[in-house]
């Protein structure tokens, strides 16, 4: 039995070695990037620097209609909702009852603003920093914060997404900083537990590898590489201690209920459990936002689900200590327009709101704001790549300092977008 | 007695036929006379139905070309004669519906009767020559772009990964370790050929070419509100089976009416009622690679689309509703204070009815309040007009349109969007079709054909363009010349860099497995062949939930009345759980055979089950598009597909004895014939000496042929196509 570990071990090993050769092939941070001390050098001294060790990106997919959420308006671009005032001195709309319970934590951003009203090119957009474009894909936020200060843990994934699979994960960056993707958190990591009899297990895996070889000087694609990254990784992960991370049935009962017995729920509770562990960017996604039709109708669903678990989510991490080193964003890929349509709203990527929390952001703050009717930004219009500037900021990540991709051309995180200092206290 | 059809059970005459009876008295007259009979019968079907595969109405004289199809069992079901394509027999029963029938499952007699009706249909199919000389003159373009780049195409690949490669490309699964062994003892020298034709024509052609059409048209079961799109799937797989032109087929979705439980065609614009202009911009893109999107908002930072062209191409659909809130409301009313069933189940059963594709007297559609550009006015009514890629484009044909009457919109403008005088129609269902088959399409995205000179071949792009006219539309065709080139047919290349410059099509390019061909693939491991013979029907119920005029608790009554009398029973409340379809639930809805459950695997391919699969299915860890946007399918790695593979459900499957690989195993006499088995059932091919030893090793030390199965399940080799 100690044996067949340690021969396992020996897999591992040589495997993670051949990894981290392919990892550095055909691509490089610029050298003077190499060490820390010389990438800190100018944003060290900012606010919130190196203030977030996690981060939670809540992405709400469709469009949150900015009107009937965090920046309600009167008149002809009134909703279904009516503001609420709360205790941080802003308003939000009746839709968000728990939300408003956390409000002093938030710091709202009410001027965000981008070009693309297409879900598929938005959601990149917001997922990535760039726009969508033919012949590179870029890598999303956690990939790139592996890139530049590697593993958040010994065995666990530096990047886990959870109510989507991982598309726009790694992008030109190589496949291992991909996220790890679980589809239904209530299931959690399935099939992590070997089901190979422990005498067979061995032989089973040095076959496995020889098969393998001859393949692999056949086929020298980069797929393929990736899949043998991800075989040894996997082998890595089914023998961590750290694995019941990904089973919520550890969590007590009452616990489970207030995030909420629905997907976004519980992934936000799965996601609090991986920050605990180390983990250093969760996405959660959550569905639904899309409102053409019917907003009464879907705030009462999507929309509670979702301001339940946010606040749960919130309260929790501040309960625990947690939250002022763990930077919690709401993220959407464009608002919805101030023209009802019906009882709809159409998208509307001139002026919407994201939120921010914890990892030393302001609390309860407003950045920007939309004009009277909610068309467009009056004041610090936010790109989505200063957006992501500004995670990667809080994450002690210098910014301005590019990435070749493997074609040889520089990149930034958020596309030379630029962190909002103003936004940390 | 059973019968062949689940429906058949319950609503239809059932004839008892232990022999050839049709109710035409066939029985009756010698056999001479009886063939001579037949041959006019078939004759009389196939011009009836030379407009195939428009449903013609039941006739009733005494001529009517009614046949009771009757299988090996003597189940029988009474209908006429659709099609016979792929395997596949359609036909039409007395109430109009339409049912597949895998030819081999039927009687001898039978067989050969469908096979005569099928010859009598007029049939589009290229001569054999005209294929030769279609694929000759594409490799000829493909070699002059590489001659001019100082590059070579690769060799041809050898009989074994060819067969693969098709097999995985054509009817979406490996072939068996049986179907390889057919191939590769043929010494024929035609057999490339003729093995592309049998896969064409087998009904793993239909499943394969549904996946495909899945993923570009983002087909889902789940419309919300409790509307169910069943009907429209099962239309989609029937008009794939009876090989629908796809101008005809897509002129049907643009240009149907009616409720989504009533109309399948129906469901296509349906699916995007809630949000028309997405709907259009959708379209435009799928069919036409026009790239449109961002016109929707503003005018296009980099192409020459304006916001004002945008509105002007929606405003075809400005007269058509789809989505009726008022309905919905009326069914969330009855649900809420309902005693006929629980809210979630009323919702279920009646919310089809609040999508009802029809036309309006009046064109609703007005520029946007915050439109900023001089061509408009915000909320001035748009006034319907095409889009155009070039000046001269409005010159062609195509561009006849009349737009003064509102309820004709939709016809004038799917007339001309599936014209072949259309400039990109047949150019982006050709790029794609290549693109299915090669990997990569000679113009990426597919979704932006707007500038046709950033190909990586403009000529091979305008052949295609042309070839796919020649074929009139027929999908199937056209694939038959694509297969037939010596470009399909060479060594496959390692994904490119495409920032590097273009590929020029040396060969087609390594790829891993789309989630459906790996799902099928094991499938076929644990099934066998017979995993094809199992076809998914669910529309045919929902057709009892439509309700005529206003939902009240009284309709409801109704309805559930009208279903329990069918012996349908009313969906469930709540959480849907089960990994795929709970087979019990599901069993009721296969025609052909009833899949079998085998280790905690449904045997059902995957075009056959939910849509798309649940969140944890195989399928979904492995890629299948969550169908929210389309050409999402993917097939980058993961741990969680690792895990599935090493310890999940599939594996347990593949390796219990009784699967088709480790029965045929079992079977084999020596151990190099066992090796031999395990190497053509995963990865189609021959093992080399070196791996030959290496397996012989392997069970020599103590591993069993079932452990040898999971580790050549887990290769990178079985995962990929060469």
Redesign the interface.
């Known amino acids: 039995m100690k044996s067949t570990f340690r021969k396992l071990d020996e897999i591992n090993r040589r495997q993670f070695v051949e990894r981290l050769a392919r990892s550095a092939f055909g691509l490089s941070i610029l050298p003077w990037l190499g060490g820390e001390k010389l990438a800190a050098a100018e944003a060290v001294g900012l606010a919130g620097f190196g203030s977030a060790k996690s981060v939670i990106l809540l992405n709400l997919?469709g469009g949150m209609s900015h009107i009937d959420t965090f920046d309600p308006k009167e008149g002809a671009s009134k909703g279904p909702s009516t503001a609420v005032s709360t205790e941080a001195g802003f308003q939000i709309t009746s839709y968000l009852p728990e939300t408003a319970k956390v409000a002093k934590h938030l710091c709202l951003i009410r001027s965000m603003t981008a070009?693309?009203?297409?879900?598929?090119?938005a959601q990149y957009l917001m997922r990535t920093g760039f726009e969508m474009r033919?012949?590179?894909v870029h890598p999303m936020l956690g990939a790139w914060a592996q890139q530049y200060l590697g593993n958040s843990h010994p065995t666990l994934?530096a990047t886990v997404s959870i109510?989507r699979?991982?598309?726009h994960?790694n992008g030109f960056l190589p496949?291992t900083m991909?996220p790890?993707?679980?589809?239904?958190p209530e299931?959690g990591?399935?099939?992590?537990?070997?089901?190979?009899p422990a005498d067979?297990r061995e032989?089973?895996l040095a076959?496995?590898q020889?098969?393998?070889h001859?393949?692999?000087d056949d086929?020298?694609?980069?797929?393929?590489r990736?899949?043998?990254?991800?075989?040894s990784?996997?082998l890595e992960?089914?023998q961590s201690k750290d694995l019941a991370v990904f089973d919520l049935q550890q969590e007590a009962a009452t616990q489970r209920n207030d995030y909420g017995h629905n997907k976004f729920g519980q992934g936000c509770l799965l996601a609090r459990r991986l920050v605990e562990s180390g983990v250093r960017c969760i996405e959660v996604e959550s569905?639904g936002w899309?409102m053409?039709?019917?907003i009464p109708?879907a705030m009462e669903k999507v929309g509670a689900d979702f301001d339940q678990a946010f606040a749960a989510l919130i309260a929790d991490l501040a309960q625990r200590g947690m939250l002022d080193q763990t930077l919690v964003a709401v993220t959407t890929e464009f608002g919805r327009?101030?023209?009802m349509d019906?009882?709809?709203r159409?998208?509307?990527?001139?002026g919407f709101t994201c939120v921010l929390a914890g990892a030393g952001v302001r609390r309860g703050h407003v950045h920007g704001a939309t004009d009277a009717k909610g068309?467009e930004p009056t004041e610090k219009a936010t790109g989505v790549g200063d957006l992501h500037a500004t995670i990667a900021h809080a994450l002690g990540i210098q910014v301005d300092k590019p990435v070749m991709?493997?074609?040889g051309?520089p990149f930034t995180i958020g596309n030379k977008g630029k962190p909002i200092i103003d936004l940390f206290a | 007695m059973r019968s062949l059809s689940k429906l058949n059970s319950r609503r239809l005459v059932i004839a008892i036929a232990a022999s050839l009876i049709s109710c035409l008295g066939l029985a009756v007259a010698g056999p001479k006379e009886a063939q001579k009979e037949k041959r006019r019968l078939a004759k009389a079907m196939a011009q009836e139905k030379a407009e195939a595969p428009v449903p013609a109405k039941p006739a009733h004289d005494a001529a009517s070309p009614w046949h009771d199809w009757t299988n090996a069992q003597d189940q029988s079901l009474k209908g006429k004669f659709i099609a016979l394509e792929s395997g596949l027999l359609t036909v039409e029963d007395e109430q109009g519906q339409r049912h597949r029938i895998p030819v081999t499952l039927l009687k001898v007699d039978d067989r050969k009767f469908a096979e005569e009706c099928r010859q009598l249909q007029p049939r589009a199919f290229l001569a054999a020559d005209v294929i030769a000389r279609a694929a000759a003159k594409l490799d000829e373009t493909i070699l002059q772009a590489l001659t001019k780049a100082k590059e070579q195409p690769h060799p041809l690949a050898d009989d074994a990964t060819i067969a693969r490669r098709l097999h995985l490309d054509l009817i979406g699964r490996i072939p068996t370790a049986a179907e390889l062994k057919d191939f590769l003892s043929d010494a024929k020298p035609d057999k490339r050929a003729r093995l592309i034709d049998s896969l064409l024509n087998s009904p793993g052609y239909t499943m394969q070419m549904f996946n495909w059409f899945a993923d570009m048209l983002r087909v889902k079961d789940d419309y919300g509100k409790g509307a169910r799109a069943f009907l429209f799937e099962d239309w989609l797989k029937d008009m794939v089976s009876v090989n629908r032109p796809w101008d005809s087929l897509v002129k049907d979705m643009l240009t149907a009416d009616g409720k989504l439980s009533e109309s399948g065609p129906a469901g296509f614009l349906l699916r995007d009622a809630?949000?028309p202009?997405?709907g259009v911009?959708n379209l435009l893109t799928t069919f036409l690679g026009a790239n449109v999107?961002?016109a929707?908002?503003?005018d296009h930072?980099m192409a020459d689309w304006t916001q004002k062209d945008f509105y002007q191409i929606a405003a075809f659909f400005g007269a058509t509703d789809g989505?009726h809130?008022d309905v919905?409301k009326q069914i969330?009313r009855v649900a809420k204070n309902s005693n006929v069933a629980a809210k979630g189940q009323v919702l279920q059963m009646l919310g089809s009815n609040a999508f009802d594709l029809v036309d309006l007297p009046k064109n609703q559609l007005k520029f946007?309040?915050?439109y900023k550009y001089d061509n408009a006015k915000p909320k001035e009514s748009v006034t319907p007009e095409l889009i155009s890629w070039t000046k001269e484009d409005k010159l062609s044909p195509a561009y006849k349109v009349e737009v003064s009457k509102p309820k004709e919109l939709r016809d004038e403008f799917a007339k001309w969007m599936t014209s072949p005088d259309n400039p990109r129609f047949a150019t982006a269902i050709a790029n794609r079709l290549w693109k299915k088959l090669f990997g990569l399409a000679v113009q990426?995205?597919v979704s932006?054909l707007d500038d046709p000179k950033l190909a990586s071949n403009p000529e091979l792009l305008a052949q295609l363009t042309l070839y796919m006219k020649q074929a009139k539309f027929d999908l199937r065709e056209f694939q038959r010349v694509l297969c037939n080139t010596a470009a399909y047919q060479r060594q496959?290349s390692?994904?490119p860099?495409?920032?590097?410059g273009h590929y020029l099509f040396n060969g087609p390019l390594?790829r891993?497995m789309s989630a459906e061909q790996a799902w099928d693939a094991i499938l076929t491991l644990v099934g066998g062949a017979k995993i094809d013979q199992s076809l998914l029907r669910r529309g045919d119920e929902l057709k009892l939930t439509i309700v005529e005029g206003k939902v009240t608790e009284e309709a409801a009554k109704e309805v559930m009345a009208k279903m329990q009398e069918e012996g349908v029973k009313v969906p469930r409340e709540g959480k849907k759980k089960g990994k795929g379809g709970n087979p019990n639930q599901m069993a009721g809805f296969y025609e052909g055979t009833v899949p079998r459950n085998l280790g905690g695997v449904l045997l059902a391919r995957a075009s056959e089950i939910r849509q798309p699969a649940?969140?944890?299915h195989f399928l979904?860890?492995f890629?299948q598009s969550?169908r929210?946007?389309a050409d999402?399918n993917?097939?980058?790695?993961?741990?969680?597909?690792?895990?599935?593979l090493?310890?999940?459900n599939v594996?347990?499957a593949v390796t219990l004895a009784s699967s088709t690989v480790l029965q045929a195993v079992s079977r084999a006499a020596s151990q190099p014939d066992k090796i031999t088995v395990l190497y053509h059932s995963f990865l189609g091919r021959n093992p080399?000496a070196?791996?030959s030893k290496?397996?012989a090793t392997?069970l020599d030390?103590?591993?069993t042929p079932a452990?040898?199965a999971?580790?050549?399940l887990?290769?990178?080799?079985f995962?990929?196509v060469?």
């Open positions: 997919v070009k693309v009203g297409v879900h598929q090119q033919g012949t590179v994934p109510n699979n991982s598309g994960g496949a991909s790890l993707p679980i589809l239904d299931a990591l399935q099939n992590s537990k070997s089901v190979t067979a032989k089973r076959l496995l020889d098969l393998n001859r393949f692999h086929v020298k694609d980069d797929n393929v990736a899949y043998d990254d991800f075989s990784s996997t992960l089914m569905g899309d053409h039709k019917d109708g327009k101030p023209d019906g009882s709809g159409g998208h509307h990527p001139k068309y991709s493997p074609s051309r | 809630q949000m202009l997405d911009s999107s961002c929707q908002c503003h930072p989505y809130e919905f969330r946007p309040a915050d990426e995205p932006d496959a390692p994904t860099d495409l920032a590097n390594v891993r649940p969140e944890s979904r860890i890629g969550d929210m946007v999402t993917a097939t980058d790695g993961s741990v969680p597909q690792m895990m599935f090493m310890n999940g594996q347990n080399t070196d791996e290496r397996l392997a030390s103590g591993l452990d040898c999971w580790a050549l887990n290769s990178r080799e995962l990929f060469r």
